[in-house]
């Protein structure tokens, strides 16, 4: 599996999810521009809600464009020996083999599907990325999840 295309895909879902959320302040810019004018009863509280809205998206879009800046900089040579940011995991769980491609903090969980399977980017501050983090290949993680008690064996870091 090419990290390289791994890292592109991820890079591409992140760039859309910014586009997604600009278009989102625009369209809430214009809203707060056409809302009533003040001698309307709910303009003062709308105009208020509707810019709290775009002061809550901004910081979002800072964020993705700092974990898109981060991932470029994710060394694809490099041998891991534990899980951490910038390694692919082979993992089993339930007898399947399934791969994750940890990322930096805040860009999330994501099914990427690819041409030779599919890996799920993983953020390092997701729950399971946590748990898996600094394990080695060989150690097996067991834990509570949302299906009950669940088990994943690392076979092999790349």
């Not at 946590?130 to 994943?152: T, V, Y």
């Amino acid at each position: 599996m090419n990290k390289q295309i791994i890292i592109q895909k991820i890079i591409e879902r992140l760039e859309k999810r910014i586009k997604d959320l600009e278009q989102s302040i625009k369209e809430t810019q214009q809203a707060v521009i056409s809302s009533p004018n003040p001698m309307q009863s709910w303009s003062d509280t709308s105009r208020f809600q509707l810019r709290s809205l775009i002061a809550n998206l901004q910081p979002r879009i800072d964020q993705l464009k700092k974990c898109i800046e981060e991932i470029k900089k994710i060394n694809t040579e490099k041998v891991f020996k534990k899980v951490e940011i910038g390694a692919l995991i082979k993992t089993k769980e339930n007898k399947k083999e399934r791969l994750y491609f940890i990322t930096p903090v805040g860009s999330g969980t994501e099914l990427l599907k690819l041409k030779n399977g599919q890996v799920i980017a993983l953020s390092v501050d997701s729950p399971l990325a946590q748990k898996l983090s600094n394990k080695q290949s060989g150690e097996i993680i067991k834990f509570d999840g949302p299906n009950g008690h669940q088990e994943i064996t690392i076979l092999e870091i790349l």
